[in-house]
């Protein structure tokens, strides 16, 4: 039904930037707020950034400044740009939208499969 395939991640050393895509595809009506989270080693997953339909934003304290979440909705894809990555953002990074089915009445969280963000000291 619905796909989220992200792209962008791999290995960067402290204070490089990284750009992580994450595009929607299926039988989509309409896409309410998208969202980063991460999970590192042993960790629970966490909210990094998220932005509505109308493009409003907020970010994790953690992130503030560094990364900037953005969204094409004609392209129903969602970015991460980060910049001045340090050691502790290393993680496996997952985009998460809410999503309206085509033949649905109600929006459904959806996930993508994860991409591998690893900075080096």
């Known amino acids: 039904q619905v796909q989220l395939v992200e792209s962008g991640g791999g290995l960067v050393q402290a204070g490089g930037s990284l750009r992580l895509s994450c595009a929607a595809s299926?039988?989509?009506?309409?896409?309410?707020?998208m969202h980063w989270y991460r999970q590192a080693p042993g960790k629970q997953r966490e909210l990094v950034a998220a932005?509505?339909?109308?493009?409003?934003?907020n970010y994790a304290d953690s992130v503030k400044g560094r990364f900037t979440i953005s969204r094409d909705n004609a392209k129903n894809t969602v970015y991460l740009q980060m910049n001045s990555l340090k050691p502790e953002d290393t993680a496996v990074y997952y985009c998460?939208?809410?999503?309206?089915?085509?033949?649905?009445?109600?929006?459904?969280?959806?996930w993508g499969q994860g991409t591998q963000v690893t900075v080096s000291s």
């Open positions: 299926g039988s989509i009506f309409s896409i309410n707020a």
């Open positions: 932005i509505t339909s109308g493009g409003s934003t």
């Open positions: 998460n939208a809410e999503i309206l089915l085509g033949a649905a009445t109600h929006f459904s969280d959806y």
